[in-house]
């Protein structure tokens, strides 16, 4: 299977965030369905998540050196990422926009045309309003699905 720019292919998204504060440790796992395309020298990953507030719509942009996650309806944030650059992002809440600051550690996505499979990595520090919020892992696994 070969993706032409533009072209929206259904996948099943896999989302594991581990976040590291200190000594503490969280993961979060989530399976979603959504899209997967490519846009000029850009892969998009689309999917909607429902969260306390309501479904935010979550896209994740990956290029060679830069990455991007926003998030709009319920949720609305914006949080860009590139190899070892302290990059300022955005999370507004119903009190605020709250300034955040990632610094990207590691940053590598792939996509096997022939099998439909993908993968994310990334791994960042981040900083809300200037405090260390701890180290994020996001492992973010997809797969091309059959439409009925």
Request: glycine share 8%.
């Given at each position: 299977?070969?993706?032409?720019?533009?072209?929206?292919?259904?996948?099943k998204i896999?989302?594991k965030?581990?976040?590291?504060?200190?000594?503490?440790?969280?993961?979060?796992?989530?399976?979603?369905?959504g899209?997967?395309y490519?846009?000029?020298?850009?892969?998009?990953?689309q999917?909607?998540?429902v969260?306390?507030?309501?479904?935010?719509?979550?896209?994740?942009?990956?290029?060679?050196?830069?990455g991007?996650i926003?998030r709009?309806?319920a949720v609305r944030?914006?949080?860009p990422?590139?190899?070892?650059k302290k990059l300022?992002?955005t999370?507004?809440?119903?009190?605020?926009?709250?300034?955040?600051d990632?610094?990207t550690?590691?940053?590598?996505?792939?996509?096997d045309?022939?099998?439909?499979?993908?993968s994310?990595?990334?791994?960042?520090?981040l900083k809300?309003?200037?405090a260390?919020s701890?180290?994020?892992?996001?492992?973010?696994t997809f797969?091309?699905?059959?439409?009925?």
């Open positions: 299977m070969s993706i032409r720019s533009g072209e929206q292919v259904p996948v896999k989302v965030t581990d976040i590291r504060d200190g000594s503490n440790k969280d993961t979060f796992e989530l399976t979603a369905f899209r997967y490519i846009k000029e020298n850009a892969r998009f990953l999917y909607d998540e969260v306390e507030e309501g479904t935010a719509k979550t896209i994740i942009k990956m290029s060679d050196q830069e991007l926003l709009s309806g944030m914006k949080l990422f590139k190899m070892n300022k992002g999370y507004h809440t119903p009190y605020g926009v709250f300034d955040m990632t610094l550690k590691r940053l590598d996505h792939q996509f045309e022939q099998t439909g499979f993908g994310i990595d990334l791994l960042y520090e809300m309003q200037g260390q701890g180290t994020y892992h996001l492992a973010i797969e091309e699905e059959e439409e009925l």
